[in-house]
């Protein structure tokens, strides 16, 4: 059996989809089996309490009871399991249909096997019924309803998923959509501004653009390692730095982090331009901006802290950047990371913090 991660990509999910088939959940995953076994148990439970009676008895009952059930209820997802990529090709119609005649032709051949094997060590009467035929026929009905509403609630439980799946894809794809053209419109500003005035500077940073974006739309996924993200923004720090020159100052202070940690594209970079566009610029001076990356505890926390402008209405802006880099990280790590900004005195804070993952566990 195999794990059930949660896709944190684009792709990952793109293909997590592609790899459903459009009826059948995948029975082969740990939490389909899970999800198996403790139904049996409770059915288990129902049909070893319905005869409204307390003794030594009931506790055997259950045992065997118990056993037969999760016997037949592994079985069938076993086979499911093995059909699945069959069943890919066909109809939901055919997939329903053939998947209930499965089970319930695997529910009569282990009632066989299981009257066989009490019979032969002539232990029928533990199965509390005067034939075979009844044994079998109880088997079958009882089988047959609870196949049928198992079913039933794991096709609907499956379209949940593919749907969840779908929007976080829609999700990510239009945040990504945002955050990257508004990168590229102020660079093309900074740009412009310099043609003029400062054509070799321009050039320099046109140059640290290409290079740029030739990482960025090289990157298939949309988790990168931290040292493609750290490297993007220190090409977008030499632009600002070629127009800003003295005013401003940086200081990094990130190695405790693992180089090879995955991270959301486009986290650091925006906060950066924040930093710059609204604590920077407006001054005449200029300021500074501290980047410091912390690991501890399997998890990384990244704080941009940069000087504060005394220019409150250009240090309120519209929180675009901050609340799309709020949204992806709920997208990808399902709640596990978060983004804290703080206002203190003449500094202002922005810390990620989120779990550490690396290439295979993403």
């Not at 699945?84 to 209930?100: D, E, G, I, L």
């Not at 109880?138 to 929007?167: D, M």
């Not at 596990?336 to 922005?350: G, L, P, R, T």
Request: net charge negative; proline share 4%; glycine share 2%.
């Amino acid at each position: 059996m195999k794990n059930d991660p949660t896709p944190h990509t684009v792709e990952q999910i793109k293909n997590n989809m592609e790899q459903n088939s459009l009826f059948l959940p995948d029975f082969c995953s740990l939490r389909m089996v899970f999800s198996v076994v403790i139904i049996g148990e409770l059915l288990a439970f129902i049909l070893t309490l319905a005869p409204l009676r307390m003794d030594q008895q009931l506790w055997s009952d259950l045992a065997l009871i118990s056993l037969f059930i999760q016997w037949n209820g592994l079985m069938c997802s076993s086979a499911l399991c093995l059909l699945r990529p069959v069943f890919k090709h066909y109809s939901n119609q055919f997939v329903a249909v053939s998947s209930y005649l499965v089970l319930l032709l695997m529910i009569t051949f282990l009632s066989e096997l299981t009257f066989y094997i009490a019979e032969k060590y002539q232990v029928t009467e533990t199965l509390s019924f005067a034939s075979h035929w009844e044994f079998l026929i109880h088997n079958l009905l009882i089988g047959g309803i609870i196949s049928a509403l198992a079913l039933h609630y794991f096709y609907i439980q499956h379209q949940w998923r593919i749907k969840i799946q779908s929007e976080s894809c829609t999700k990510l794809q239009l945040l990504q959509a945002r955050i990257r053209p508004h990168f590229l419109f102020n660079s093309m500003n900074t740009i412009a501004s310099l043609t003029r005035t400062r054509p070799e500077v321009a050039e320099h940073i046109t140059e640290d653009l290409a290079e740029l974006f030739r990482m960025l739309f090289r990157e298939d996924h949309e988790m990168i390692p931290w040292s493609k993200e750290l490297t993007l923004s220190e090409h977008y720090i030499n632009i600002e730095k070629q127009r800003l020159d003295q005013r401003l100052s940086i200081t990094w202070d990130v190695d405790l982090i693992p180089n090879d940690a995955m991270i959301p594209a486009l986290i650091l970079q925006p906060l950066l331009e924040n930093a710059i566009f609204h604590g920077i610029e407006p001054e005449i001076e200029g300021g500074r901006i501290v980047v410091k990356g912390e690991f501890e505890n399997n998890r990384i926390v990244i704080t941009v802290q940069n000087s504060n402008s005394k220019n409150l209405v250009h240090r309120q802006g519209n929180k675009m950047a901050l609340a799309n880099i709020e949204e992806r990280l709920k997208v990808h790590f399902q709640g596990k990371a978060s983004i804290i900004c703080q206002d203190k005195n003449d500094e202002y804070f922005a810390i990620v913090s989120m779990p550490y993952q690396t290439i295979n566990s993403t």
